[in-house]
Structures are given as C-alpha cells and as structure tokens.
C-alpha cells in the first residue's frame, strides 16, 4: 500500500496526474494542499534513502500542510494504512513491513525523484 500511494503522490506532484486513490483526499484537503503534502513526504521518503535509522516527520500545529496530513491519516485510507500520527510526528504505520518501506525508498530516492537544485543568490 506504501509503494502506491508513494507512485500516486509522485505522479501528481510530477504530471497532476490523479489516481482514484487521491480523488478522496482532493476532496478532503484541496488540490493545492495535497500538492505540499506530497512535496513533503516525497521528500521526507528520499531522505530515507540515505539514512542508516528512520527518522520521523516533525508535524508542527500551526503548520497547514502539517494539519491536513493529520486530516488525512484520519479520513482516508490510502495514507491512514500507510502512515500514522504520534504526538506531533509521522512514522509509518505499524502493518508496513521493512520490505515495504525499502520498495518506497527505493522507488522515490533511487529511481523517480530529484528534488530541484537549490539556488543560492549573492547579496
């Protein structure tokens, strides 16, 4: 189920393209917020990549993009089998199995994903 939604996140982020598995959380959040949700785990996930030890997302209250992750870890399935929320962090949820998040990371930081580089200006 993670490597799903990991593929669909991806593919709307990179082509607006929208699985059925996403038409409900649209519904939920908006276009727009699912669109920095997705920039958010996608990037967390390539992360994961290079890490020796998962590490959690921080999820800061007053934070929107962070509020409308929580949403959707309680409405809709797609991320609730995926992720959860504890306290004010994301981890995966417990049914995902260490295979299951190494065909994520693989997939998104090996394969499908190179964030932009950054720009850095001169004053």
């Keep these: ?5 990991m593929k669909d996140l ?10 059925p598995a996403l038409y409900s959380a649209i519904r939920l959040v908006g276009r727009r917020n699912l669109f920095i949700i997705s920039l958010n785990l996608i990037d967390w996930i390539k992360v994961e990549g290079v890490r020796k030890k998962t590490r959690n997302l921080d999820l800061w209250p007053d934070i929107p993009w962070c509020e409308n992750l929580r949403l959707l870890i309680v409405k809709n ?15 995966y949820n ?4 260490e295979e299951e998040r ?18 850095s200006l001169r004053r």
């Design 1 to 5: 189920m993670l490597l799903e939604l």
């Design 10 to 19: 991806l593919l709307f982020k990179q082509a607006d393209i929208q699985s």
């Design 77 to 91: 399935p797609e991320f609730s089998q995926s992720f959860k929320v504890v306290k004010n962090y994301l981890t």
């Design 94 to 97: 417990d049914k995902v199995t």
């Design 102 to 119: 190494q065909k994520a990371i693989e997939y998104i930081a090996k394969h499908n994903y190179t964030p932009p580089p950054l720009i």
